[in-house]
């Protein structure tokens, strides 16, 4: 049995064909890298634009019923927690590669381009970054937004105790009243008088009061700080 002899000719198309082959590979992976990347640039200059979008067309059957949260209960979770739910324009974190791809999946599921993102997070990721844990939303409509993404840490376990006070002037009025008191109590016996009384017991409290709530208003008015309510959706640094 004879081997056949190489015919140079057809080796060197078959060759060239399959250099074709593989450039044209690489050729509709470089085109699919190029959408991908002018995909993310959109949603990049449209989660830094602002937008009056109130509502998206998203496919309702095909949306996580857990994920989607009336504009109440957001404003319940601002108020408890001292955040902000507000456009992703004022955002000045870092939003991860991993929100752009969640957002470009809904997209392709529901056929739509999303608009009038907003996120919840603490009153300083919209001006600085930090490791607290924001929440990227897009509005459904009728007040109704369906959470996207959340990422970064955890908030503190305490955190909800701790901007209790600011809640509201009542809140704020029992927590300068019972700080007074127990710093009324650690004031000495006999400071003021040889003989302990009742009396001098709350003439002390109330001096520390007026001099606790004169520094709780200075704190206000100075930083210009108000209560969890009137800035859970302000933009306004001052607010």
């Known amino acids: 049995m004879f081997l056949q002899k190489t015919n140079i000719e057809r080796e060197l198309s078959r060759v060239k064909s399959k250099s074709i082959s593989t450039n044209t590979i690489l050729n509709e992976v470089h085109q699919i890298l190029e959408q991908e990347t002018f995909k993310e640039l959109d949603i990049e200059k449209r989660l830094s ?90 509005p459904i409509g009728n007040g109704y937004f369906y959470l996207i993404h959340k990422w970064g840490n955890d908030l503190h376990p305490l955190r909800k105790i701790l901007v209790w006070p600011f809640k509201g002037i009542v809140n704020l009025t029992i927590t300068t009243l019972i700080i007074s008191y127990f710093a009324t109590l650690a004031v000495p016996n006999g400071l003021f008088s040889k003989s302990d009384s009742t009396a001098e017991f709350w003439i002390v409290y109330f001096f520390m009061f007026k001099s606790i709530a004169a520094v709780v208003i200075f704190y206000g008015f100075a930083l210009g700080k108000n209560f969890n309510p009137a800035i859970w959706n302000s933009k306004y640094f001052n607010a």
Do not use: W
């Open 49 to 138: 634009q602002k937008s009056k979008c109130l509502s998206n067309n998203f496919d309702l059957n095909l949306l996580e019923t857990s994920r989607v949260f009336y504009i109440d209960q957001i404003e319940k979770i601002c108020t408890d927690y001292r955040l902000r739910f507000l456009d992703t324009k004022y955002f000045k974190g870092k939003i991860p590669i991993t929100a752009f791809s969640k957002i470009k999946q809904l997209e392709k599921n529901h056929d739509i381009q999303i608009n009038g993102f907003k996120i919840m997070a603490p009153s300083k990721l919209f001006k600085l970054e930090d490791k607290d844990d924001p929440l990227l939303f897009a």
